[in-house]
């Protein structure tokens, strides 16, 4: 297997909706996508949801929906460096199967208690850490088994339309939930989610083993240290997962930023609060859909400047004067959300050994989802007292500040390689770079 595939002569006279969708014409990618399609809209709606319940325990607690999020996402600072090694080491696809069903479980038990009306809001604390735990092995797992589905040439489309059935499902799960809480409260809707981990399983059970692009041989053991130090040999590995890293703990707070908008800013109900959430959805499809087009390993230019557009329109839709406003600028957000983790997320991988990359990927979740809960407790912190607003825009300036600094590293770096001899400064990467700094 490769590592850095290019377009072959070929692919370049396919025609573009079948080079849009080519994982789709793997057997096993197809299953699992119909699984994780069912799946992920049921975690949305259970998200939806869950916030509402939140809100409605606490009295529209900023504060308690943080610590939601931060025990939802703590076990990734634990555990995920180790489900990287289990991930590099056993069957990626039972490991699967396992937390799936583990999942079904805990949202079984979290909706028989507010069917029958004893739910309490540690009982929502202790859910979210229990499916915070599961999702820190989930998590690597599923991005590492994506490369066994479909081989290293097809990853960046199949990457990019996995992008897109969880945006897909970002549009679907909160508006379906919207209405349905409206209907018939939170507790049906979460049951709705322990029926969708069903498709997930599913789709798992039915694949063909043999078709799976594995390793000839998986390690008999898969330190974490091994990966710590692959990752810090690689210059253009680290500084990505920089970027990835802040961004992932000052932006990504949607799940705390837009309940606390729609329901303290604008005043709204449910349903809205759920068209709120799909805007922001139907903009990370089509970004998604956009990048099914890449063929290659991203330029790090390009993860910057995706990185800074993010920022920009996600402070925005925080000064937004009205909910149409607020919807477009949350279509935007989506679109800049996806532009740079998919970006972010091929440069990582396709610039992997086969070998690290469930430990680099766990990394990479780590750095991404791991660092949520200080950006939680910390954007639920300021929601509450300086208004829902100063969470987008703490967020977005930030991201933008931190993406232009690690612009300005990675000049650095490459000035002191180039001097040093270890770099051709006429190499297209220093081209690219220039020309961003120039602009």
């Given amino acids: 297997m490769t590592s850095a595939p290019g377009a072959s002569p070929r692919a370049k006279h396919t025609p573009p909706a079948r080079r849009t969708f080519a994982a789709l014409s793997v057997r096993n990618f197809r299953l699992f996508a119909g699984g994780q399609l069912v799946s992920v809209a049921g975690t949305w709606m259970m998200v939806v949801a869950q916030d509402w319940l939140v809100l409605s325990l606490t009295g529209d607690s900023g504060t308690a929906l943080g610590i939601v999020t931060a025990l939802q996402f703590a076990p990734m600072l634990l555990l995920t460096l180790h489900a990287g090694g289990l991930a590099d080491r056993y069957d990626k696809r039972r490991l699967l199967i396992v937390c799936n069903l583990i999942s079904a479980a805990l949202a079984l038990l979290l909706a028989l208690l507010v069917l029958t009306g004893q739910v309490g809001l540690w009982h929502v604390f202790l859910f979210a850490l229990g499916l915070g735990t599961v999702n820190a092995v989930e998590v690597p797992t599923r991005m590492s088994f994506v490369s066994e589905l479909v081989g290293t040439d097809l990853l960046p489309n199949a990457s990019a339309l996995s992008a897109a059935y969880f945006s897909t499902a970002r549009v679907v799960g909160p508006a379906l939930a919207g209405l349905l809480i409206g209907w018939w409260g939170t507790g049906p809707v979460m049951l709705l989610n322990v029926a969708s981990y069903l498709g997930t399983v599913v789709g798992l059970r039915m694949m063909r083993p043999r078709e799976l692009h594995r390793a000839a041989k998986r390690p008999e053991r898969a330190p974490v240290m091994d990966g710590l130090r692959h990752l810090a040999s690689r210059p253009d590995l680290v500084l990505p997962m920089l ?197």
């Avoid at 707070?253 to 709120?276: C, E, I, R, W, Y």
């Avoid at 087009?293 to 800074?308: D, E, Y």
């Fill in 243 to 439: 970027l990835v890293a802040v961004t992932g703990m000052l932006a990504f707070n949607f799940q705390l930023t837009l309940p606390l908008l729609a329901k303290t800013v604008f005043h709204t109900d449910a349903a809205s609060f759920g068209l709120l959430t799909t805007a922001l959805a139907a903009g990370s499809l089509a970004a998604a859909f956009l990048n099914t087009r890449r063929r290659g390993r991203p330029s790090f230019s390009l993860v910057v400047v995706a990185a800074v557009g993010f920022g920009l329109v996600e402070a925005l839709a925080g000064l937004a004067p009205n909910y149409p406003a607020a919807a477009v600028l949350l279509f935007l957000t989506g679109f800049g959300s996806i532009s740079f983790s998919q970006a972010a997320n091929h440069r990582i991988q396709l610039g992997t050994e086969p070998a690290y990359r469930g430990r680099v990927l766990a990394l990479y979740t780590l750095a991404f989802q791991g660092t949520t809960p200080l950006g939680a407790l910390l954007i639920g912190w300021l929601s509450e007292r300086a208004g829902a607003r100063a969470g987008l825009l703490v967020g977005g300036a930030g991201t933008v500040a931190f993406a232009l600094a690690v612009l300005a590293a990675e000049a650095v770096r490459r000035r002191r390689a180039s001097d040093a001899g270890l770099l051709d400064p006429r190499s297209t990467g220093c081209r690219r770079l220039g020309a961003t700094l120039r602009s």
